[in-house]
């Protein structure tokens, strides 16, 4: 459990180097992408150390693992308007925000929760992130003017199509789920 919170706090630390995040916020789709998602692990990693010192507050915080999955989808959600995106980019505060928020805010309740959903809430998580990934994948490729300031429109055309194969594989998982019962392979 140590080695993971040294591994997620690495993580955190790279992602935070100015060159590495110079760099995966200049192209959109790595930005939405891959840090984005990597902050989260870097959260989910470092998770454990929280809930084993925390013990009683995530047993009485996060009984069934809806609260947790909420506030993980709130933080997704936000992360997802265009909006927000650019002021990551030009206001110190809301990317300092997005440091904090997406490994504490949605990586590590996302930790604590998934294991205390039932497959119903976990596949109803799936199938709402799907029709939203499926709906903002649409609203950037088919918008005609640039939703972000900092990006070009071919970025977001990217993005969209980004958002719609993400999509994609979550409803393949949730076929495969349906005709195969994952948890024979849980440990």
Same mark, same amino acid.
């Given at each position: 459990?140590?080695?993971? &919170? ?49 013990? %009683? ?19 997704? *959600? ?11 980019? %030009? ?16 990586? *590590? ?8 959903? $039932? ?13 939203? &990934? ?9 918008? +005609?003017?640039?939703?972000? $300031? ?22 393949? &998982? ?11 392979? +849980?440990?």
């Amino acid at each position: 459990m140590k080695q993971q &919170f040294f591994v997620g706090m690495m993580l955190l630390v790279a992602l935070a180097l100015p060159p590495v995040a110079q760099l995966m916020e200049s192209i959109m789709f790595i930005h939405m992408h891959m840090q984005m998602p990597m902050l989260v692990v870097a959260g989910f990693l470092m998770g454990g150390i929280f809930q084993t010192r925390f013990r %009683t507050f995530f047993n009485k915080w996060n009984e069934n693992g809806v609260p947790g999955i909420l506030l993980f989808t709130i933080i997704m *959600v936000y992360w997802m308007v265009p909006r927000t995106m650019d002021e990551a980019l %030009t206001l110190m505060s809301v990317e300092a925000f997005k440091f904090i928020s997406l490994p504490f805010l949605a990586g *590590v309740p996302l930790r604590d929760s998934w294991k205390r959903l $039932n497959a119903s809430g976990k596949n109803s998580l799936i199938i709402i992130f799907t029709v939203l &990934f499926v709906a903002w994948g649409w609203m950037y490729i088919t918008s +005609e003017t640039a939703l972000c $300031n900092n990006y070009l429109v071919t970025d977001q055309i990217i993005l969209g199509w980004g958002f719609l194969a993400t999509a994609f594989c979550m409803v393949m &998982f949730l076929v495969y789920s349906f005709f195969i019962d994952p948890s024979q392979y +849980e440990g």
